[in-house]
């Protein structure tokens, strides 16, 4: 019988975060064994609930789910998102320049797919989040990773990402808050980024799904506020800041220059039109998180559950010999550094599946993240402070 193999497409695209690591675990939990999840941002599994009144929403709602949306979404949920553009200060933004989506990573396929050409070369943080990179390897894209600079608190080396940019350039990652390292960009940088987007005719993605996860009272700059004239494309959804990770409600945001890319967004718009729409459910939740009462404020406040666990996990982890990390200004992660001559990884997936193995703690390496090196890894603090010691 001939083998059926996957597509050639799928060569380079890689996700670790569900990735061997995990199917070891999951092997482990079948056999017995109870497992310490440290591997994705998953809120529910350790006691940070959805807000009720999401709850209540979509429940009183469900009897007018039963059919499709509008391609783009509902009117309520897509307004809402609006009026939240208006308040971090992205201007020109219309109902018709939002699409709802079932999170943000189907919106992330769907924006790639509708830009890039076999070949075409988009620029990533390194580390990153791995849907970039996967997003655009499914697209026929070459991902092209900037280094961020661990000695600068995780901020992009822009000497570097300009060093990277070729005429088959077409777009530019801007994670911000940043998964996984936790930094947050000044609006200074922000500003640098933009200049070399409008300088190079680059579309700018911001992935900033964590923008209220933030801590010590910091403050996010939404880069779309910044790029009136370069065409932006920002993600976020109801995932981290409202502990919905499950509801699978997310919303992408077109601002900035649009005339140019009326093309682009025509294929933006077949795209949407192709999956006929997002879950219903799921959309009827937006409006009243972001009209709400924000809970996430009492969880990263001095004194807040997810700041207490940040502090605990930073101190313990910077506690063991030959390990450092930047502390996190933002999201729910950090993304350690082991000292190689203390460490000596070779195959840093196989040191952390042999981690898991004895330790029944599962943690994501850091090459997961198109890190370099084999020398970090990311870990959550979504624990409770006793689980974490």
């Given at each position: ?65 039963a059919g499709y949306s509008d391609s783009k979404g509902i009117f309520a949920a897509r307004k809402a998102v609006m009026h939240e553009t208006q308040k971090q ?125 933030l801590y010590d009272e910091a403050k996010h700059t939404a880069i779309g506020s910044l790029s009136a004239d370069v065409l932006t494309l920002t993600f976020n959804?109801?995932?981290?800041s409202y502990r919905s990770c499950g509801y699978r409600a997310g919303w992408m945001v077109v601002s900035g220059d649009k005339k140019p890319a009326k093309d ?126």
């Amino acid at each position: 019988m001939k083998t059926i193999r996957k597509s050639a497409k799928l060569a380079n695209v890689c996700y670790d975060i569900r990735g061997p690591i995990m199917d070891a675990a999951r092997q482990m939990e079948e056999e017995g064994h109870k497992i310490i999840k440290l591997n994705i941002g998953n809120l529910a599994v350790f006691g940070f609930d959805s807000p009720e009144e999401i709850q209540q929403d979509m429940i009183r709602n469900l009897p007018n789910s039963a059919g499709y949306s509008d391609s783009k979404g509902i009117f309520a949920a897509r307004k809402a998102v609006m009026h939240e553009t208006q308040k971090q200060g992205i201007q020109g933004v219309t109902l018709d320049d939002i699409y709802l989506g079932n999170g943000a990573s189907e919106l992330i396929v769907m924006a790639t797919n509708a830009l890039l050409d076999d070949g075409d070369e988009i620029l990533l943080p390194s580390p990153d989040y791995p849907l970039w990179t996967a997003a655009a390897s499914l697209s026929g894209g070459a991902p092209v990773h900037y280094l961020c600079d661990e000695s600068n608190g995780w901020m992009p080396d822009l000497a570097d990402l300009r060093s990277k940019i070729t005429p088959r350039t077409k777009g530019l990652v801007v994670i911000n808050p940043n998964n996984p390292t936790g930094a947050l960009y000044s609006d200074a940088l922000l500003k640098e980024l933009v200049q070399i987007a409008r300088e190079h005719n680059l579309v700018i993605f911001a992935d900033e799904v964590y923008d209220k996860v933030l801590y010590d009272e910091a403050k996010h700059t939404a880069i779309g506020s910044l790029s009136a004239d370069v065409l932006t494309l920002t993600f976020n959804s109801l995932s981290k800041s409202y502990r919905s990770c499950g509801y699978r409600a997310g919303w992408m945001v077109v601002s900035g220059d649009k005339k140019p890319a009326k093309d682009y967004i025509e294929g933006l718009n077949m795209l949407s039109n192709m999956r006929l729409c997002s879950n219903v459910p799921g959309q009827y939740a937006i409006q009243t998180a972001l009209g709400g009462y924000q809970s996430i404020n009492d969880l990263v406040c001095d004194g807040g559950r997810l700041r207490r666990q940040r502090d605990l996990a930073y101190e313990l982890i910077t506690a063991i010999p030959g390990v450092t990390c930047v502390k996190p200004s933002a999201a729910l992660y950090m993304f350690p550094r082991l000292d190689p001559t203390l460490y000596p990884i070779e195959d840093d997936q196989q040191f952390f599946l042999e981690l898991l193995q004895e330790t029944k703690v599962m943690l994501v390496q850091g090459t997961g993240f198109n890190w370099p090196t084999p020398d970090h890894f990311r870990i959550v603090f979504l624990p409770y402070e006793d689980d974490l010691r």
